[in-house]
């Protein structure tokens, strides 16, 4: 759940998409990665705009934010055919929805239209993307509502806020929570302890330690009277009475009169469930489609559930028939067409079908993701693709999962990365390391962090009592107890005064300035050294 605060703004995207849905012709044109800098392509791979930049957001709405340098850290637009369109002026920016993005300039919060106009006359201390017509905005300590025409549909009155589910927003005054619609409007007048987003037209609450549900005109479909809120999954909720388990729909009702000693949450419409010591499934109506006398069972995951039976593991798909009988000593979720199973202590996979796909002759075997899983053999660490070929051999003690293209290997207790064709790209030789970031990774050596490139040579020397990682163009670092910010030459543009530091998030960090009396001072600075003030 995303919830803004007085003091902090939770604002989540992605990057690097290919399965985005686009809304404008532009849009079509996809990020790219050339020797290290971003451009973009057509559908069919032809590069159509040069990788020049540092970092870019795909295109929305005929338009792409992009940043040149991340020594010169500053956002622009381009348009379809590479023309720099809104100059780069911005120390953040989000990408265009419903015609207009979120800028930030020296810890301030904006919104411009495409041809770079600034639309709002005030400037917000935090902000959040349009969605749905309006964006969410905080004027000094207070939250608010903005439209699409530039002025306010809830002026900032409230102390926190979440984002619009169902058409409506919680919102809390001093201590009490209630619903706001989006013409501005009090739904439902805050006299909640803690509430929970609209889902399905029904909300939690919170009164008196007690958790209840509510429809859309505040009348309560479940009076406050569990102890804690339920979790819906494919509209049900499991609920305890008097230590058995039920389940009950969006209305509290019960939807299968049975009780159960134990209950799950349905995944693909069905449900395990425990009943006289012994595990079984159900389907949404509480038939049984696997009768309740197996040991243990995992939930659904591509239409198959592993099970035990005997203290053997096999699988069956949501029919409740088996397609590979118990017969292995532990099995695992499917994943991408395939599931791990161990045989004879060695670690094969098997497909949907339940038939053999990759023979068992490792140690051990995780589940597939992106195309390729993390095995073990002979002691050593490495990565398979789903034909069980190695796309990093075996040679490591230990090997984390890949994170932007590179995996951290570990030899005899020193760290070095890993690509993702197998190639050691930064041999074993760091006391300890930390996954890339802009395109660098944060190095100890001998006491000292440093950071090296990706291809393995050293972007600043060790000399760093603690870092860390690059965001937005620029990494905290102490040095002798105080915190300052360097940028990716080493430069440091940000003295090292401070006690506590955060890293970079839209455009400014949050900052410990003194501490007296066990009492810490705080603020924001923007990424030139500037205090933002109220």
């Known amino acids: 759940m995303q919830r803004y605060t007085g003091s902090y703004l939770f604002f989540l995207f992605f990057l690097l998409a290919a399965s985005h849905s686009y809304s404008h012709p532009g849009d079509a044109l996809l990020p790219v990665l050339k020797n290290g800098k971003y451009g973009f392509a057509a559908a069919n791979g032809k590069i159509t705009i040069e990788p020049q ?3 870019v957001l795909p295109f929305s709405e005929g338009l792409a934010a992009v940043m040149k340098d991340f020594n010169d850290y500053r956002w622009g637009f381009i348009d379809m055919s590479g023309t720099l369109v809104i100059m780069m002026q911005y120390d953040y920016a989000e990408s265009f929805s419903n015609g207009l993005a979120l800028v930030c300039i020296e810890g301030r919060y904006n919104y411009i239209n495409p041809r770079g106009k600034i639309v709002f006359v005030d400037q ?22 903005v439209s699409t025409r530039g002025s306010y549909v809830v002026s900032p009155r409230f102390d926190e806020i979440d984002n619009f589910s169902d058409g409506f927003a919680s919102v809390r005054m001093k201590d009490k929570w209630g619903f706001i619609n989006k013409e501005g409007n009090f739904a439902i007048k805050p006299q909640y302890d803690f509430i929970l987003p609209f889902n399905g037209g029904i909300a939690g609450v919170q009164l008196d330690e007690k958790f209840g549900y509510i429809d859309t005109t505040g009348k309560y479909v479940l009076q406050p009277s569990l102890s804690e809120a339920l979790d819906f999954s494919e509209e049900a909720a499991i609920i305890d009475v008097n230590g058995k388990k039920k389940y009950v729909n969006t209305s509290g009702k019960a939807t299968i009169n049975a009780e159960f000693e134990e209950a ?6 069905i449900a395990k469930v425990q009943s006289g010591g012994k595990y079984g499934y159900i389907n949404r109506e509480g038939r049984y489609i696997y009768q309740p006398v197996l040991d243990n069972g995992s939930g659904f995951s591509e239409g198959i559930a592993a099970i035990q039976l005997n203290g053997l593991w096999g699988y069956i798909d949501t029919r409740g028939q088996t397609i590979a009988i118990p017969q292995y000593e532990y099995a695992g979720n499917c994943t991408e067409g395939l599931a791990p199973v161990q045989s004879s202590n060695k670690w094969g996979y098997i497909n949907t079908s339940g038939q053999p796909a990759i023979p068992p002759i490792f140690e051990y075997a995780n589940n597939f993701s992106g195309g390729k899983a993390k095995v073990l053999f002979n002691g050593k660490a490495g990565y398979i693709n789903k034909e069980g070929e190695y796309i990093v051999v075996p040679d490591f003690d230990q090997i984390s999962e890949f994170v932007n293209g590179y995996a951290i290997i570990k030899i005899n207790g020193k760290c070095g990365f890993v690509d993702t064709t197998g190639k050691v790209t930064s041999a074993a030789r760091f006391d300890a390391v930390d996954h890339f970031s802009e395109g660098v990774a944060k190095v100890k050596m001998n006491g000292k962090w440093g950071f090296i490139r990706q291809d393995g040579s050293m972007a600043i020397e060790p000399q760093y009592a603690e870092a860390k990682n690059f965001s937005e163009g620029l990494a905290a670092v102490n040095v002798s107890g105080k915190w300052g910010f360097i940028d990716h030459s080493g430069n440091m543009v940000i003295p090292a005064k401070f006690y506590e530091i955060d890293s970079f998030f839209k455009g400014k960090a949050l900052v410990t300035v003194d501490i007296k009396k066990n009492m810490a001072y705080i603020n924001h600075v923007t990424r030139h050294g500037k205090f933002v003030t109220n």
Not at 134 to 140: F, I, P, S
Not at 264 to 269: A, L, N, Q, V
């Open 264 to 269: 799950y949450d349905f995944s693909d419409g």
């Open 53 to 55: 930049y540092d970092k």
């Open 124 to 145: 917000f201390h935090e902000a959040s993307s349009f969605d749905g017509g309006v964006a969410l905005v905080k004027l000094r300590d207070k939250w608010g509502v």
